[in-house]
């Protein structure tokens, strides 16, 4: 689904202004998860290529190819080392759109392998939290197949810089209890708009109303993490899955939150963001407590 994805805007909405370009996605190996196999054969050398390994001038370049009229989708290997191009990142692609409000756009999808699943060393994963609090920036973390694709095109067309966060262990659902990511598209214009969340898995009604029943917020790989918990729970959890972090879907978070009364989010390591998120939940709560207001009856 991945190279289904990226062939899409080369195919019908973006012609010969879509370029794919990073680390390992040329012809030779075609993504070092082998998610973009047939994408330089298909459109040629000169519009899927391998760059150096140099994270600054993959993101920074994204700038001058916007300028030019061309829509850059690029790939950085991986989140874990993804901290020296975030100062282009933070100071040019992201700051042109949002300073401008709209007039100079930097239209650029950064794709970004991340999530370890067997083992990682001690950078793993650490930069990409400070994504959720830059300006300009929409960070998109998709838990399916057909997500991905839905999110990619939505993002194709975004005005703003895209950072998209693509699980490791979902790639061809390598890891068991992860077959449900392998998804069929549910239609040729399927595209899912930033922030909206979605829902999973539903707690039974009952469980529900009698206060007997948690909600989880999770996005990724944490949809599956939790599917494989709730196993234990029956009918008593809830599951939402963002999506998108950035924007974050709030009214579908809080209104799950109100009718369930318990609240987890599950991530695969702590945003501010979500973080912030949470705690204004744990506010809320407190609130409603203090007014008598609890679990399905809170409004």
């Known amino acids: 689904m991945v190279d289904s994805a990226l062939r899409h805007p080369r195919t019908h909405a973006g012609g010969s202004s879509c370029l794919l370009y990073g680390q390992d996605v040329g012809a030779r190996l075609g993504g070092v998860f082998r998610e973009a196999a047939t994408l330089a054969r298909d459109f040629g050398g000169h519009r899927v290529f391998n760059t150096p390994i140099q994270r600054p001038f993959i993101i920074g370049s994204t700038v001058g ?3 030019a009229g061309l829509k850059p989708i690029v790939e950085v290997q991986f989140a874990d080392y993804i901290w020296p191009g975030l100062n282009q990142l933070f100071t040019e692609v992201a700051r042109s759109c949002y300073l401008t409000v709209g007039k100079w756009p930097v239209s650029c999808i950064l794709r970004v392998p991340i999530g370890a699943y067997g083992s990682g060393g001690p950078t793993t994963a650490a930069a990409w939290r400070a ?8 960070v998109a973390y998709p838990s399916t197949g057909a997500d991905l694709k839905g999110l990619m095109k939505a993002a194709y067309h975004d005005p703003n810089p895209v950072v998209m966060l693509e699980h490791q262990g979902l790639y061809w659902s390598k890891i068991k209890g992860t077959e449900e990511a392998k998804t069929v598209e549910p239609s040729a214009d399927y595209i899912v708009p930033f922030g909206k969340a979605r829902l999973v898995l539903e707690a039974d009604a009952d469980a529900i109303a009698k206060g007997e029943a ?15 918990a ?3 729970f029956p009918g008593r959890i809830s599951i939402i899955d963002l999506r998108t972090l950035v924007p974050l879907d709030e ?16 991530t695969g390591r702590a945003t501010h963001q979500l973080l912030r998120a ?13 007014t008598g207001c609890t679990g399905a009856h809170a409004s």
């Open 131 to 138: 994504l959720c609090n830059s300006k300009g920036i929409k």
């Open 251 to 266: 009214d579908t978070v809080m209104t799950a939150v109100r009718s369930h009364g318990r609240c987890l989010v599950l």
């Open 214 to 228: 948690a909600v989880v917020v999770t996005y990724g790989m944490g949809v599956y993490w939790a599917k494989a």
């Open 65 to 67: 190819m916007s300028a």
């Open 278 to 290: 949470s705690a204004c939940i744990a506010h809320r709560q407190r609130l409603l407590r203090a």
């Open 230 to 232: 709730a196993k234990d």
